[in-house]
């Protein structure tokens, strides 16, 4: 992996096929981004000195044995974090979430509604996107 000089985020590939496509986008916000295979090591990451990471989808459960992890320790470098469909799913399992299937599968495009408390920069309460019919939940 290269040491670019400029501000970096981390693209870790658990296998999905838009890997690609959020590093293209990351890099048409005027921000490099470099492709790492899931194996990355914390002192990799660190040695990088990303502004962020996005952890990608995959076809992989959460659920499933043998499915790719991340290192734990990436976690502890302070770096902000993304998790995309299985990124997302990790992160919560990870961190001592629990991750299930919701009551009904929303696989496919769907309405999504922000809660007070979202982002400012979104002035839209609502949009279309694609959802996996899984569900993360950290319960505190």
């Not at 044995?65 to 470098?77: F, R, T």
Request: charged content about 20%.
């Amino acid at each position: 992996m290269s040491r670019p000089a400029q501000p970096t985020i981390l693209v870790v590939d658990f296998g999905a096929q838009y890997a690609q496509l959020i590093a293209r986008r990351v890099r048409e916000a005027q921000v490099y981004s470099e492709i790492v295979p899931h194996s990355i090591s914390a002192k990799q990451v660190r040695d990088a000195n990303p502004i962020g990471i996005i952890l990608s989808g995959g076809p992989a459960s959460v659920h499933v044995e043998g499915a790719p992890l991340l290192d734990v320790a990436i976690y502890d470098l302070g770096i902000p974090i993304l998790g995309i469909c299985y990124g997302a799913q990790l992160i919560a399992q990870q961190l001592g979430g629990t991750v299930s299937r919701g009551g009904r599968g929303e696989y496919g495009r769907t309405t999504i509604t922000r809660s007070p408390g979202g982002s400012p920069r979104r002035r839209t309460p609502r949009a279309r996107d694609w959802l996996s019919p899984i569900r993360a939940r950290r319960w505190a």
